[in-house]
């Protein structure tokens, strides 16, 4: 980076270009303060700001690497920026100061990719997006029925910018990437033309700028940073992960699956921990250890299970339900988050109330890895199991580190997964093992071996249904999140809003081609249609497990790509074709690898769709063995059963992939 003195200012590039251009008449960087609102209900956030000052700091004075920032001359500084390698670091001399804006120059014609997990936009240019762990919220359409109808019943309906997993890092189209190493509420705005501006609401640790001369290399440098994750489990490319929570049944179930033909690599109940009936459906047992009831001689079952090559996964979370023992544990201990009388923390998770675990006490984070996630899940026998709730972590409770509640909530997700890899670490099970979680922010990686999309409606929704899963995998991906994928079928089933057969076999389809396969039943199984229900859809799945089983060879070659080089699995158009810039703005297909092209079907009573394929090569059509020149779309038909799927001519694996055909 170059740092260097202006008439009127400054400007700080990189590799360069210009980052920062600042004048007093122009200024890139502003300092403040305002007061917050903040209200929680259930995950669902409301905020807003109240702005007490916002002011350009019109002076600025280069000091060997350090810039003085004031009002105005001789006046002292208020914000002290030092440039220290590939980042900018910040002082505030201003005790009061507690906002920060500061404008990046942009290209007219720049692209930015980034934010995390984004589940509705992949080119964030020309929007804005805050960056707080939250509950998406049903439909994130305030213009849909079902987004306004779950806003009047539990203000749940949120907004297309709402996500588990925000991260203040984004990717720019001009070969660079931009971090802000805070954990505070901060806004990406990508609206103007000119600048990208950055909003944070605290004066920040640094901004980390790297550069690169391909997106490749800069998606390995990002994965460097964040963290890798390890290689699949072997045992995770035998087949799908089936989703049950029908207690003791379940395995009747699971042996009916399988003698249809379905490959499984693992049974997944959450509800081993046992239910309970809520107006929102079937809830789990909020206290993490196996529940007889439901499931008798479970550990016995679970030894049938592995003697015939199928793993047993199973549901936790950070959060104890006050009508279970290990709460009465926990609270004696010491253990929990408190209010502001120092008494446990209570939290309204919809008819049932749970105690926070404070992961800030080193004791308690032990405590949670030993004895929950090691004792009763890993030594009980389960391989692996769904990590929620990481986004809700209320802001208004007193943590043992003594940082305000606001200031932890986002770094919340990544202590959860340090908990949840710790205990997998301390049986020797990191590559064996397997969780999922769907919050996240940054450092997650380090810690997270696989991402799950959240809690999509079960349709084809635009902001909620099957096509956002591909939106958040490519923009996760480019930070450093290798693996990812979703609820076959979708999740929320809520206002009449059901599962149709033809929805859980088109996302069968698109699953078939991700790093692993799992079903869902649903928060209201009875009222949706399941995998093993409809002859039709079995036979389908079944189908799609054996693409994914015979991808297999291929997978595991990604998967080392991901531990060596830290490229996601699922990829954006561009990461591998950077000249071809139509490809900058496709969200609905992706490279699967580097050689093979994937455009689910995502939208209802569809049965073809247009595809484009990147210049230069030649592409294959998987189901027919047309070949296509790159560089154009192409309307493509796509029946049941047939999804859009391309590979590279030529590539190392054509024979495997041309094999599909016979499947």
Not at 331 to 346: C, M, N, Q, V
Request: one cysteine or more; a negative charge; glycine letters at 10%.
């Amino acid at each position: 980076m170059k740092l260097e003195q202006t008439p009127t200012g400054f400007t700080l590039s990189l590799n360069g270009r210009t980052i920062l251009d600042h004048s007093g008449t122009s200024p890139a960087i502003f300092v403040g303060y305002g007061e917050e609102r903040m209200d929680m209900y259930r995950g669902n956030f409301d905020i807003e700001d109240y702005v007490i000052e916002r002011r350009g700091l019109a002076h600025a004075q280069i000091e060997g690497n350090r810039v003085l920032l004031s009002d105005a001359a001789g006046l002292p500084a208020r914000l002290i920026l030092k440039v220290v390698e590939n980042a900018i670091e910040f002082e505030a001399n201003d005790p009061k100061l507690n906002r920060l804006w500061i404008r990046i120059k942009a290209d007219e014609d720049e692209h930015v990719w980034g934010g995390g997990e984004q589940m509705s936009y992949f080119d964030m240019r020309g929007r804005r997006f805050p960056l707080w762990t939250s509950e998406p919220g049903v439909g994130r359409d305030p213009a849909s029925e079902i987004t306004f109808k779950a806003n009047v019943k539990d203000k749940a309906g949120g907004d297309y910018f709402n996500t588990n997993y925000p991260q203040p890092t984004y990717v720019s189209s001009a070969l660079y990437a931009l971090h802000v190493d805070t954990a505070a509420y901060s806004v990406f705005d990508f609206r103007q033309k000119a600048f990208h501006e950055i909003e944070i609401w605290a004066i920040p640790d640094r901004l980390e700028l790297f550069a690169a001369t391909t997106f490749v290399e800069l998606v390995e440098a990002l994965s460097l940073r964040f963290g890798r994750q390890p290689p699949l489990p072997d045992w995770v490319y035998n087949g799908a992960i089936i989703g049950l929570k029908d207690g003791e049944n379940s395995f009747a179930r699971l042996d009916v699956i399988r003698n249809a033909g379905v490959q499984v690599s693992a049974l997944w109940c959450e509800d081993w921990v046992g239910l309970r009936q809520t107006s929102f459906g079937s809830r789990l047992f909020w206290d993490w250890q196996a529940n007889e009831t439901r499931y008798p001689g479970l550990r016995q079952k679970i030894g049938e299970l592995h003697e015939s090559g199928i793993h047993f996964m199973g549901y936790v979370n950070p959060y104890l339900c006050v009508d279970g023992p290990l709460f009465q544990v926990a609270e004696k201990a010491g253990y929990f988050a408190t209010d502001g009388a120092g008494k446990t923390a209570l939290v309204d998770f919809g008819e049932f109330d749970c105690g926070v675990v404070d992961f800030t006490n080193e004791a308690a984070a032990d405590w949670f890895a030993e004895e929950i996630i090691g004792k009763n899940m890993l030594d009980f026998g389960l391989s692996g199991w769904m990590a929620d709730f990481g986004e809700y972590l209320p802001i208004d409770v007193h943590l043992s580190n003594g940082i305000d509640a606001k200031l932890m909530h986002n770094a919340w997700p990544t202590l959860w997964a340090e908990v949840n890899a710790k205990a997998v670490a301390s049986r020797d099970k990191t590559s064996a093992a397997l969780f999922f979680m769907r919050a996240g922010f940054t450092g997650v990686q380090k810690h997270c071996p696989l991402l799950w999309g959240g809690d999509q409606s079960v349709d084809f929704s635009r902001h909620d249904g099957l096509v956002t899963v591909i939106c958040g995998a490519l923009s996760s991906g480019l930070l450093g999140n290798a693996y990812h994928h979703s609820d076959i079928g979708g999740y929320t089933s809520l206002f009449g809003n059901v599962r149709t057969p033809e929805l859980l076999m088109r996302w069968a389809e698109m699953a078939a081609f991700t790093p692993v396969m799992r079903t869902h039943e649903g928060n209201r199984p009875r009222e949706n249609v399941q995998i093993d229900q409809d002859p039709d859809v079995l036979s389908h799945f079944a189908r799609m497990t054996r693409i994914y089983r015979h991808l297999a060879p291929y997978l595991k070659s990604l998967s080392v790509e991901a531990v060596e080089r830290g490229l996601p699995v699922q990829r954006p158009l561009f990461l591998h074709h950077q000249q071809d810039r139509q490809t900058y703005t496709i969200q609905d297909s992706y490279l699967y690898g580097a050689d093979m092209l994937v455009a689910p079907v995502w939208q209802a009573a569809k049965e073809e769709r247009a595809v484009y394929l990147p210049q230069g090569e030649r592409w294959v059509h998987v189901w027919t063995g047309e070949e296509f020149k790159g560089g154009a779309e192409i309307q493509i038909a796509a029946p049941l059963g047939q999804p859009p799927v391309f590979y590279r001519a030529g590539c190392a694996q054509e024979a495997l992939f041309a094999g599909l055909r016979d499947i």
